[in-house]
C-alpha cells in the first residue's frame, strides 16, 4: 500500500469513529392517547416521507406508541390524519424544531392526548398534557 492509500484508510477510519455517535442516535418515542370524549374510536393514520405507520384505530381511552430515530440534519417530521365521527384534522405529530429533547417542551418520549379541540403534549415541567395546539389547517 503507498502513502496515498494509508491516509485515505486513516480517514475512513477517524470519520468512523467521529460520526459513530450522530449516527447511533436514541430513538424517539411518541404515544398518541385518544382523548376525544364521547365514547369515540380515533381513526388516524401517520407517516414521515416513506415511512407509512398505517391506518390505525384506538377505542376511548387507549393509546398507541411508536418509535423512530430522528434525522441528524434535523429535519424528522411525523404528520398524522385524524377523524372520528365526520370530522378530519392533520397534525405533525412530530417536528425536530418544535419537540427536538432540548427545547422549552421539547421529548424524547412525547405523549400527545388528541381532542377535539387539538392535541396536547405532556408537559415534562408540570406533568399535564397542557402544551396545546391548533390543528393544521385544512387545504383543499
Same mark, same amino acid.
Given at each position: 500500500?503507498?502513502?496515498?492509500?494509508?491516509?485515505?484508510?486513516?480517514?475512513?477510519?477517524?470519520?468512523?469513529?467521529?460520526?459513530?455517535?450522530?449516527?447511533?442516535?436514541?430513538k424517539?418515542?411518541?404515544?398518541?392517547h385518544?382523548?376525544? $370524549?364521547?365514547?369515540?374510536p380515533? !381513526?388516524?393514520?401517520? @407517516? =414521515? /416521507?416513506?415511512? *407509512? %405507520?398505517g391506518?390505525?384505530?384506538?377505542?376511548?381511552?387507549?393509546?398507541?406508541p411508536?418509535?423512530?430515530?430522528?434525522?441528524?440534519?434535523?429535519?424528522?417530521?411525523?404528520?398524522?390524519?385524524f377523524?372520528?365521527?365526520?370530522?378530519?384534522?392533520?397534525?405533525?405529530?412530530?417536528?425536530?424544531?418544535?419537540?427536538?429533547?432540548f427545547?422549552?417542551? $421539547?421529548?424524547?418520549?412525547?405523549e !400527545?392526548?388528541?381532542? @377535539? =379541540? /387539538?392535541?396536547? *403534549? %405532556?408537559?415534562?415541567?408540570?406533568?399535564q398534557?397542557?402544551?396545546?395546539?391548533?390543528?393544521?389547517?385544512?387545504?383543499?
Open positions: 500500500m503507498d502513502y496515498p492509500k494509508h491516509l485515505l484508510v486513516l480517514f475512513i477510519m477517524t470519520m468512523s469513529i467521529i460520526s459513530a455517535p450522530i449516527t447511533q442516535a436514541q424517539t418515542k411518541v404515544t398518541i385518544n382523548d376525544i $370524549g364521547g365514547g369515540l380515533l !381513526w388516524y393514520n401517520c @407517516k =414521515s /416521507g416513506n415511512n *407509512k %405507520l391506518d390505525r384505530k384506538l377505542a376511548p381511552g387507549e393509546s398507541w411508536f418509535d423512530f430515530k430522528p434525522d441528524i440534519f434535523g429535519r424528522t417530521l411525523f404528520f398524522c390524519r377523524s372520528w365521527g365526520n370530522e378530519w384534522h392533520h397534525f405533525d405529530i412530530y417536528k425536530h424544531k418544535r419537540d427536538r429533547e427545547e422549552k417542551f $421539547g421529548c424524547r418520549q412525547c !400527545w392526548k388528541i381532542r @377535539k =379541540s /387539538g392535541p396536547c *403534549k %405532556l408537559n415534562k415541567n408540570t406533568g398534557f397542557d402544551v396545546c395546539f391548533p390543528w393544521n389547517s385544512k387545504k383543499s
